[in-house]
């Protein structure tokens, strides 16, 4: 069987079992999955994915602290050869827990902060904003690399500034930003839903603030995708524009009961079938089987231009975008076109896009981080043909729905959030 790509990175979502009932939770996360990987399944997966060739792993869920063993768990992948990062929701994380995790073989531990104190309490539940600082204050008591994530909604973009500088005063090593999606129990709270026409002025607000380079800000490749501050949003990464989906060609995601997906985060529309871009059960058949099988993750490895539809088929940007990330894809345009684009709401609203202007590429050397100035952001009638193309896959071009796409610990879209504990060791080398 011809070997497939490498995959850099995975997603593994423990458990679906969640000690919290969030009104944005992607996956309605809450009771455990039917016949959830054992310990020991689990050690094997870990095997599995070195074996392929993997480099690190996000233990996620649901809510990976409701497993009694989620601590063998770090252990394990981090015996496997992985960098091993856990997203959590912290009710659970106290200072023993963090550092019982640390002596483990954790890198990195994210937690999410969705919004000030009253903005974050009204989306998860009452106190948990005081405890996620506890659990903040711990991870970094045991010296673990904290990481935050923000799902931004209705409620919290006003205090998107606030928010910011909240981050800056905890010492996080990344912040991730990244929209709520239509899916799941957010599919239930339309008040809380971003609308299209709203993504232009996010895109310079978080633009601005990437700019200030005050706190590491990491937008996530569910957001964006050649508005007029592109370059701006991914100039901490080493591509300064997105690349397309990586999901089954650089990231996968793993159900808690085995399914085996390009990304977590890409889950079936309303009224789909549920076991769309499932390609396989590790139960059933050897991960590396599934990951080289032919016609294996086809909407990202066999993708051709006649697979968009609408606005997305004739935009100036469609090869190299692809319709944007796939799991915003799916949940807002039935799989074949995406209204939550920066681009196209630009376009709509008249807003004029910079067809000249400054980009970054990447360039590793010595596994170091290079940035270079490279190409202009194209408008809405231009064609770029010096930007890579997008089955480039750089090393921190990565589809985001990891992060990681990734769900957050309570299975929010969570894209490309640990991308970033790569970037934190290559750069402490």
Same mark, same amino acid.
């Given at each position: +069987?011809?070997?497939?790509?490498?995959?850099?990175?995975?997603?593994?979502?423990?458990?679906?079992?969640?000690?919290?009932?969030?009104?944005?939770?992607?996956?309605?996360?809450?009771?455990?999955?039917?016949?959830?990987?054992?310990?020991?399944?689990?050690?094997?997966?870990?095997?599995?994915?070195?074996?392929?060739?993997?480099?690190?792993? *996000?233990?996620?869920?649901?809510?990976?602290?409701?497993?009694?063993?989620?601590?063998?768990?770090? %252990?394990?992948?981090?015996?496997?050869?992985?960098?091993?990062?856990?997203?959590?929701?912290?009710?659970?994380?106290?200072?023993e827990a963090a550092q019982r995790a640390k002596r483990?073989?954790?890198?990195?531990?994210?937690?999410?902060?969705?919004?000030?104190?009253?903005?974050?309490?009204?989306?998860?539940?009452?106190?948990?904003?005081?405890?996620? +600082?506890?659990?903040?204050?711990? @991870?970094?008591?045991?010296?673990?690399?904290?990481?935050?994530?923000?799902?931004?909604?209705?409620?919290?973009?006003?205090?998107? =500034?606030?928010?910011?500088?909240?981050?800056?005063?905890?010492?996080?090593?990344?912040?991730?930003?990244?929209?709520?999606?239509?899916?799941?129990?957010?599919?239930?709270?339309?008040?809380?839903?971003?609308?299209?026409?709203?993504?232009?002025?996010?895109?310079?607000?978080?633009?601005?603030?990437?700019? %200030?380079?005050?706190?590491?800000? @990491?937008?996530?490749?569910?957001?964006?995708?050649?508005?007029?501050?592109?370059?701006?949003?991914?100039?901490?990464?080493?591509?300064?524009?997105? %690349?397309?989906?990586?999901?089954?060609?650089?990231?996968?995601?793993?159900?808690?009961?085995?399914?085996?997906?390009?990304?977590?985060?890409?889950?079936?529309?309303?009224? %789909? #079938?549920?076991?769309?871009?499932?390609?396989?059960?590790?139960?059933?058949?050897?991960?590396?089987?599934?990951?080289?099988?032919?016609?294996?993750?086809?909407?990202?490895?066999d993708w051709s231009l006649d697979e968009l539809a609408?606005?997305?088929?004739?935009?100036?940007?469609?090869?190299?975008?692809?319709?944007?990330?796939?799991?915003?894809?799916?949940?807002?345009?039935?799989?074949?076109?995406?209204? +939550?684009?920066?681009?196209?709401?630009?376009?709509?609203?008249?807003?004029?896009?910079? *067809?000249?202007?400054?980009?970054?590429?990447?360039?590793?050397?010595?596994?170091?981080?290079?940035?270079?100035?490279?190409?202009?952001?194209?408008?809405?009638? #231009?064609?770029?043909? *010096?930007?890579?193309?997008? #089955?480039?896959?750089?090393?921190?071009?990565?589809?985001?729905?990891?992060?990681?796409?990734?769900?957050?610990?309570?299975?929010?879209?969570?894209?490309?959030?640990? #991308?970033? =504990?790569?970037?934190?060791?290559?750069? =402490?080398?």
């Amino acid at each position: +069987m011809t070997a497939g790509p490498t995959p850099v990175r995975c997603v593994l979502e423990t458990t679906l079992a969640c000690d919290l009932r969030c009104r944005h939770c992607g996956s309605r996360a809450g009771a455990a999955r039917s016949r959830e990987l054992s310990t020991a399944e689990a050690l094997d997966l870990f095997r599995q994915l070195a074996g392929l060739g993997c480099q690190r792993v *996000t233990l996620s869920g649901g809510e990976p602290t409701c497993r009694a063993d989620w601590v063998e768990l770090i %252990q394990g992948a981090h015996d496997a050869g992985l960098l091993v990062g856990m997203i959590t929701n912290g009710v659970r994380f106290d200072l023993e827990a963090a550092q019982r995790a640390k002596r483990s073989g954790l890198s990195t531990v994210g937690f999410s902060l969705d919004g000030l104190e009253a903005s974050h309490d009204r989306v998860r539940r009452p106190g948990h904003f005081a405890a996620t +600082m506890a659990a903040i204050a711990a @991870a970094q008591q045991a010296r673990l690399s904290v990481s935050i994530v923000t799902t931004l909604n209705r409620w919290n973009t006003g205090e998107l =500034e606030q928010l910011h500088r909240l981050v800056c005063t905890l010492g996080a090593w990344s912040w991730q930003v990244q929209p709520g999606m239509d899916m799941g129990s957010l599919h239930d709270h339309p008040e809380l839903m971003l609308r299209p026409a709203q993504l232009p002025a996010l895109e310079r607000r978080l633009a601005a603030l990437v700019q %200030q380079g005050e706190q590491r800000v @990491a937008v996530a490749n569910s957001f964006g995708w050649f508005g007029p501050h592109e370059h701006q949003l991914r100039s901490g990464k080493r591509a300064a524009s997105f %690349q397309g989906c990586a999901a089954g060609v650089r990231t996968l995601g793993i159900e808690s009961n085995g399914n085996v997906k390009g990304c977590l985060s890409i889950l079936p529309g309303h009224g %789909q #079938d549920p076991g769309a871009y499932v390609e396989g059960n590790i139960r059933e058949t050897s991960l590396a089987e599934i990951w080289n099988r032919p016609g294996a993750f086809a909407y990202n490895r066999d993708w051709s231009l006649d697979e968009l539809a609408g606005f997305c088929r004739s935009c100036c940007q469609a090869e190299r975008c692809r319709g944007g990330c796939r799991a915003t894809m799916v949940a807002s345009g039935d799989g074949v076109e995406n209204p +939550m684009c920066v681009h196209r709401a630009a376009c709509e609203a008249g807003i004029s896009l910079p *067809t000249t202007g400054p980009s970054l590429r990447s360039s590793v050397v010595a596994a170091a981080l290079g940035v270079m100035v490279g190409a202009a952001i194209p408008g809405c009638g #231009d064609k770029d043909d *010096t930007a890579p193309p997008a #089955d480039t896959y750089e090393a921190d071009a990565d589809s985001d729905s990891d992060s990681d796409s990734d769900s957050d610990s309570d299975s929010d879209s969570d894209s490309d959030a640990y #991308d970033i =504990e790569i970037q934190r060791v290559i750069e =402490e080398i």
